[in-house]
């Protein structure tokens, strides 16, 4: 069992008035987990992904599958 804790970080592309999440990628390694949370509510919910499903979202948004915003 692994006791590493959540190193959370923004995008730098974030400076739009808070409207953004925060993912800690360094649990990738160790729990194969990507934790992503609202940025405006450090202390609520926190949805854990797998690496493989991130990747596919980041690369979504990359493309422009998701939409505009």
Known sequence: MTTEFPRWYASSYSGNGGQ???????????????PVRDSKSPDGPVLNTSAVSF???????KAGELGAV
């Not at 953004?20 to 990507?34: K, R, T």
């Not at 990747?55 to 948004?61: L, N, P, Q, T």
Request: charged share 5%.
């Open 55 to 61: 990747a596919s979202f980041v690369a979504g948004v």
């Open 20 to 34: 953004c999440i925060e993912v800690a990628a360094n649990l990738v390694g160790s729990l194969g987990v990507v």
